[in-house]
């Protein structure tokens, strides 16, 4: 057997009678509709159902499957201690998850849960489906920092687990839509609220996926949304699938976004692969971006590729601009992939002869040192995008009234601490934004006096 059916749905712990208290309905629309989808899960009858949550063990770089054989839970930290759970986990199929993850060199496994205890994220959905079904085991996904590729993929090893062990299963992808749809929900309003809600239930009711890997992260993150990830895991899930899909209902009253669809394969679709559609056009669009790139993009480039594959370093190449190497002058090298950062590392002030060499020597550092992240594979240079930025010389100024997020790094100094932000970067829309920044990356303190200083850039693609 293979994915009976997947389900995608919110976990508001006002939905259980015991913990609402009549203020659940204010959503009847979506408790309706998740009676539905639990009674169509209970006519599939499961073996297994896994669920992916946004409240289960989260890291930046590893995904976290719940180990052992049973959990526990309840809804006693929301006022509700008698509404209890207790479940199986089915480590038959975690081994199987784990075991391809391992050879896949996929960051994902059961290593670092210190508490068998169920989230809420996983509970709310359990609460409905046990009104109609009980005899199944669980097992339970936490999200993860990494890309949505990377979220697509794990969903793809999971099928190929469950295909492996002739499982009947059913997956549901946890998580409410964006937290600001309301001035008088709970987390207030923003303008990306409405937008992402809008988008994201568009996508999943016509089921096309790929559109999943467009939704920008500063975006996301403006929206206050809680179940994208989970959302991609599951899609990933589907991945090659031809799909009969429902939208079963859309709720915002409470300022809190709650969507819920229903997925079930109807057979093979080979046109529906989503990521491998994806790659490509990303592959495209990126090297198309570095054969239009200039020399200082090209030769960042290029010592990327050589220490990443070869661990060599590139010799200043003879064709170059002039500027590059008869002059001297700070530079940072960032490398984005996917549109998240990958890597950004550089020098305030010229520490080499020449541009040239600052580039060189600064992308090697942003590609393996970076303590942010782990060394560049070679896998994933086709996807990487690369820029380069040249600092003017430092001035000091007076006070942040001579800043401008836009056109101004800033350099905030207490004593013999320092940090850095270049200008004009995504999400850092104001000055206040900027200096606190800077602040935290010098580890100095809200309240520490700090003199300024500020630079410009030319910025290469």
Known sequence: MSILGAFMVPHPPLIIPAVGKGSEEQIRETIDAYDEAARQI????????????????????????????????????????QVEFHET??????????????????????????????????????????KYFNDFKLVRLGLSGLDLTRHYELGTIINEAVEQLDRR??????????????????????????VYDERIMDVCSRGDFEELFGFDETFCEKAAECGHRSFVIMAGVLDGKALEIKKLSHQDVTGVGYGI???????????????????????????????????????????????????????IPKDLPKEMTERAAGAFVSIHEHGRLRGCIGTFLPTTDCIAQEIIQNAVSASTRDPRFDPIEPEELPFLEINVD???????????????VKRYGVIVRSGNRRGLLLPDLDGVDTVGQQIDIARRKGGIGEHEPVTLQRFEVVRHY
């Open 169 to 194: 299963v059913v997956y549901v992808a946890s998580g409410d839509l964006s937290h600001k749809l309301q001035t008088y929900g709970p987390y207030g309003f923003a303008k990306e609220g409405p």
């Open 89 to 130: 986990y089915d480590d038959e199929l975690v081994t199987r998850i784990e075991k391809l993850c391992d050879q896949k060199r996929f960051p994902a496994g059961t290593l670092g849960e210190r508490e068998s205890k169920l989230d809420h994220g996983t509970m709310v959905p359990l609460y409905f489906i046990r």
């Open 390 to 404: 040249i600092l003017s010389e430092p001035e000091d100024i007076a006070s942040e009234d001579e800043l401008d």
């Open 42 to 81: 209970a006519a599939l009858r499961p073996d297994t159902i896994i669920i992916s949550s946004p409240h289960s063990v989260l890291y930046a770089d590893y995904f976290h499957i719940s180990p052992g054989r049973a959990a526990n839970g309840s809804f006693e930290r929301f006022g509700a201690p």
């Open 261 to 315: 669809c229903t997925f079930r394969p109807v057979g093979d679709d080979e046109g529906r692969h989503f990521l491998r559609s994806y790659m490509k056009k990303k592959m495209s669009e990126v090297y198309g971006k570095a054969d239009s790139s200039d020399a200082y993009v090209r030769l960042a480039r290029a010592t990327v590729e050589a220490y990443t594959v070869n661990r060599s370093v590139p010799e």
